[in-house]
């Protein structure tokens, strides 16, 4: 076959490949909007980075607070985008919708009276490039340590604590979104390794275990 033959077929199916990939992960659902609250993820006190509106998940997706802090894109049906952050749950799966929206976001791609829109959507990474913050939980001690992220600029899929920098314990996340070793670290600081849904991990050493302290990362996933 000849160079410009091959050239031809590669032209011929790239657009077709692009197509596909797109039209099989962007979902068609709806969406419907409410008061807004950052709720069941417990970002309490977390300003949303600008440009980014707040949405509650629906569908039974919550699945135990995984997709806590992940950005969606949402499109209504003319094509008009904008990107979420999930910040809550809605209630019993939201009966069949996909997110219940803050009221900005929702009257960024309909009319609020209109109740309820047909949109189709697909996670994106949250376009954030200050560092992502760990939080420790009101209660939190060396004998009962719980912490969250935030302002992650995407998913995280897994947290691990060590106390000596060499032994890593997994710990638990909990349906409200902080990571639990309901034994506890035995230290009063720890290095907590957290790893982001596309493989990344970030090592934030000296975090302490006492409750209610924040700690700024070196930087956010790649
Ligand atoms: C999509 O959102 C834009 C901007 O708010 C709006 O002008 C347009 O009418 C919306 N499309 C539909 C189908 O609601």
């Given at each position: 076959m000849k160079f410009s033959a091959i050239c031809t077929i590669a032209t011929a199916l790239l657009p077709f490949a692009y197509g596909s990939v797109i039209a099989e992960r962007s979902t068609s659902g709806i969406a419907t909007w409410y008061s807004?609250?950052?709720?069941?993820?417990?970002?309490?006190?977390y300003t949303l980075p600008s440009g980014v509106f707040g949405t509650a998940l629906g569908l039974n997706l919550y699945s135990n607070a995984a997709q806590c802090g992940a950005c969606v894109s949402i499109s209504n049906a003319s094509g008009t985008k904008i990107t979420a952050m999930i910040v809550d749950e809605c209630p019993?799966?939201?009966?069949?919708?996909t997110f219940d929206l803050f009221p900005t976001a929702f009257s960024s791609l309909a009319t609020?009276?209109?109740g309820q829109i047909p949109i189709t959507w697909d996670y994106v990474k949250c376009p954030i490039t200050t560092p992502f913050v760990l939080r420790t939980k009101t209660g939190s001690s060396q004998y009962w340590f719980a912490i969250q992220v935030y302002n992650a600029n995407q998913a995280i899929t897994k947290l691990e604590v060590s106390s000596d920098g060499t032994t890593w314990k997994t710990a638990e996340r909990q349906t409200y979104n902080y990571f639990l070793l309901?034994?506890?670290?035995?230290?009063s600081t720890v290095s907590v390794r957290v790893t982001a849904k596309d493989g990344s991990v970030i090592t934030t050493k000296?975090?302490?275990?006492?409750?209610d302290q924040t700690v700024t990362a070196a930087s956010n996933f790649s």
């Open positions: 807004g609250a950052v709720g069941a993820c417990s970002f309490d006190g019993g799966g939201c009966a069949g919708k609020p009276s209109t309901a034994s506890g670290t035995g230290t000296n975090v302490p275990t006492a409750a």
